[in-house]
């Protein structure tokens, strides 16, 4: 992806931040304006912590492989439970924890399974490797 093709989809994200998209528009937009520059994107994840009484954050799910799921996922304290073990084996955990501002894991290449969701994206196929 050239500067060009960031500064394009930078500009589109803001100018529909701006005319108030929601936060699903902005993120399928987002990943369509990816693989228009060539950028191969099957499913993508924001996630934000709100000050709601009841829900610790939102998360707003987008999927270009057919699958039907939830697009917008509330969710409660992740400070105890089965919510605490799920935040703690995932890979938003490790980069705040770390301070990391990416991780990668290379599947086909025998790269541990460490994260939460790594083994069904190995089973969905998403993490074969294409050269």
Same mark, same amino acid.
């Given at each position: 992806?050239?500067?060009?093709?960031?500064?394009?989809?930078a500009n589109?994200?803001?100018?529909?931040?701006l005319?108030g998209?929601?936060e %699903?528009?902005?993120l399928e937009?987002?990943? @369509?304006?990816?693989?228009?520059?060539?950028?191969?994107? #099957?499913? *993508?994840?924001?996630i934000?912590?709100?000050?709601?009484?009841?829900?610790?954050?939102?998360a707003?799910?987008?999927?270009?492989d057919g699958?039907e799921e939830? %697009?917008?996922?509330e969710?409660?304290?992740t @400070?105890?439970?089965?919510?605490?073990?799920?935040?703690r #084996?995932? *890979?938003?955990?490790?980069?705040?924890?770390?301070g990391?501002?990416?991780?990668?894991?290379r599947i086909?290449?025998?790269?541990?399974?460490?994260?939460?969701?790594?083994?069904?994206?190995?089973k969905?196929?998403?993490?074969?490797?294409?050269?």
């Amino acid at each position: 992806m050239s500067d060009t093709d960031l500064h394009r989809v930078a500009n589109w994200v803001i100018s529909r931040s701006l005319d108030g998209a929601s936060e %699903t528009e902005l993120l399928e937009g987002i990943c @369509s304006h990816l693989r228009d520059v060539g950028v191969e994107v #099957s499913r *993508a994840m924001a996630i934000v912590d709100t000050l709601h009484p009841v829900y610790e954050g939102r998360a707003f799910r987008t999927r270009n492989d057919g699958v039907e799921e939830s %697009t917008v996922i509330e969710y409660r304290a992740t @400070s105890s439970g089965p919510a605490a073990d799920n935040w703690r #084996s995932s *890979a938003f955990y490790y980069l705040f924890t770390t301070g990391e501002s990416q991780v990668r894991r290379r599947i086909a290449h025998g790269d541990p399974l460490d994260f939460n969701s790594l083994e069904q994206l190995r089973k969905e196929g998403q993490t074969d490797y294409v050269a």
